[in-house]
Protein backbone atom coordinates (compact mmCIF):
# COMPACT_ATOMS: atom_id res chain seq x y z
CA UNK A 1 0.00 0.00 0.00
CA UNK A 2 0.95 3.38 -0.73
CA UNK A 3 -0.70 6.76 0.18
CA UNK A 4 -0.22 9.78 -2.46
CA UNK A 5 -0.46 13.79 -1.50
CA UNK A 6 -0.52 16.55 -3.76
CA UNK A 7 0.39 20.11 -2.67
CA UNK A 8 1.31 23.07 -4.81
CA UNK A 9 -1.99 23.74 -6.65
CA UNK A 10 -3.25 27.14 -6.17
CA UNK A 11 -4.47 30.99 -8.44
CA UNK A 12 -2.11 31.46 -11.19
CA UNK A 13 -2.65 33.95 -14.24
CA UNK A 14 -2.46 32.86 -17.87
CA UNK A 15 1.42 32.17 -18.95
CA UNK A 16 2.52 31.61 -15.03
CA UNK A 17 3.97 28.60 -13.68
CA UNK A 18 3.67 26.43 -10.90
CA UNK A 19 5.18 23.07 -9.49
CA UNK A 20 2.84 20.55 -8.13
CA UNK A 21 4.58 17.59 -5.73
CA UNK A 22 3.07 14.47 -5.05
CA UNK A 23 4.75 12.53 -1.98
CA UNK A 24 4.35 9.10 -1.29
CA UNK A 25 4.72 6.78 1.61
CA UNK A 26 6.61 3.88 1.91
CA UNK A 27 10.05 2.64 0.59
CA UNK A 28 8.90 0.93 -2.43
CA UNK A 29 8.75 4.48 -4.24
CA UNK A 30 11.40 3.27 -6.94
CA UNK A 31 9.00 0.62 -7.58
CA UNK A 32 6.20 2.22 -8.92
CA UNK A 33 5.94 4.00 -12.37
CA UNK A 34 4.10 7.73 -11.65
CA UNK A 35 1.25 9.60 -13.33
CA UNK A 36 -0.36 13.37 -13.28
CA UNK A 37 -4.05 13.04 -14.36
CA UNK A 38 -6.66 16.31 -13.99
CA UNK A 39 -10.05 16.68 -14.02
CA UNK A 40 -12.08 19.92 -14.93
CA UNK A 41 -15.53 20.36 -13.63
CA UNK A 42 -17.98 18.14 -15.27
CA UNK A 43 -15.46 16.72 -17.54
CA UNK A 44 -13.57 12.83 -16.70
CA UNK A 45 -10.29 12.41 -15.72
CA UNK A 46 -7.79 12.64 -18.26
CA UNK A 47 -4.20 12.15 -18.70
CA UNK A 48 -1.09 14.75 -18.08
CA UNK A 49 1.89 12.60 -18.05
CA UNK A 50 3.55 9.62 -16.83
CA UNK A 51 7.32 9.01 -15.80
CA UNK A 52 9.44 5.55 -15.49
CA UNK A 53 10.56 4.11 -11.87
CA UNK A 54 13.99 5.63 -13.02
CA UNK A 55 12.79 9.08 -14.52
CA UNK A 56 14.84 7.99 -17.71
CA UNK A 57 11.24 7.90 -19.54
CA UNK A 58 8.58 10.09 -19.89
CA UNK A 59 5.33 11.15 -21.37
CA UNK A 60 2.91 13.65 -22.60
CA UNK A 61 -0.20 14.47 -23.25
CA UNK A 62 -0.40 16.59 -26.96
CA UNK A 63 -2.25 19.82 -24.95
CA UNK A 64 0.61 19.80 -22.34
CA UNK A 65 3.72 19.12 -24.19
CA UNK A 66 6.41 21.72 -24.41
CA UNK A 67 4.79 23.25 -21.24
CA UNK A 68 4.55 20.97 -18.61
CA UNK A 69 7.65 18.44 -17.25
CA UNK A 70 7.37 15.68 -15.10
CA UNK A 71 10.39 14.46 -12.62
CA UNK A 72 10.89 12.59 -9.91
CA UNK A 73 13.27 12.22 -6.78
CA UNK A 74 13.53 9.07 -5.73
CA UNK A 75 15.65 9.38 -2.78
CA UNK A 76 12.41 11.83 -1.33
CA UNK A 77 9.62 9.69 -2.50
CA UNK A 78 8.57 12.43 -4.85
CA UNK A 79 7.43 13.01 -8.43
CA UNK A 80 6.61 16.97 -9.92
CA UNK A 81 4.68 18.52 -12.68
CA UNK A 82 6.23 21.77 -13.45
CA UNK A 83 4.06 23.47 -15.29
CA UNK A 84 4.83 26.82 -17.74
CA UNK A 85 2.73 29.02 -19.76
CA UNK A 86 -0.69 27.99 -18.15
CA UNK A 87 -3.59 28.55 -19.85
CA UNK A 88 -7.46 29.13 -18.40
CA UNK A 89 -8.02 25.16 -20.35
CA UNK A 90 -5.54 24.12 -17.79
CA UNK A 91 -7.71 24.91 -14.94
CA UNK A 92 -8.62 21.53 -12.58
CA UNK A 93 -7.96 19.59 -10.00
CA UNK A 94 -4.97 17.74 -10.53
CA UNK A 95 -4.44 13.90 -9.38
CA UNK A 96 -0.75 11.94 -9.12
CA UNK A 97 -1.38 8.17 -9.92
CA UNK A 98 1.30 5.18 -9.03
CA UNK A 99 1.25 2.04 -10.46
CA UNK A 100 2.65 -0.83 -9.30
CA UNK A 101 5.30 -1.86 -12.11
CA UNK A 102 8.31 -0.56 -13.34
CA UNK A 103 7.80 -1.18 -16.96
CA UNK A 104 5.26 0.79 -19.39
CA UNK A 105 4.25 4.25 -19.50
CA UNK A 106 0.25 4.19 -19.44
CA UNK A 107 -2.66 6.84 -19.94
CA UNK A 108 -5.54 4.96 -18.85
CA UNK A 109 -6.89 5.27 -15.19
CA UNK A 110 -7.58 1.91 -14.38
CA UNK A 111 -3.88 1.09 -14.90
CA UNK A 112 -2.99 3.23 -11.64
CA UNK A 113 -3.16 1.43 -8.63
CA UNK A 114 -3.38 3.93 -6.18
CA UNK A 115 -4.19 7.76 -6.11
CA UNK A 116 -3.70 11.14 -3.94
CA UNK A 117 -6.35 13.09 -3.11
CA UNK A 118 -5.80 16.12 -5.75
CA UNK A 119 -4.98 19.66 -5.63
CA UNK A 120 -6.88 22.38 -7.45
CA UNK A 121 -5.08 24.51 -10.12
CA UNK A 122 -6.88 27.50 -10.87
CA UNK A 123 -5.61 29.65 -14.12
CA UNK A 124 -7.71 33.17 -14.62
CA UNK A 125 -7.59 34.74 -17.97
Known amino acids: QVQLVESGGGLVQAAGSLRLSCAASGRTFNSYTMGWFRQAPGKDRDFVAA????????FYADSVKGRFTISRDNAKNTVYLQMSSLKPEDTAVYYC??????????????????WGQGTQVTVSS
Open 51 to 58: INWSGSST
Open 97 to 114: GARKTRSGLVTTQRDYDY
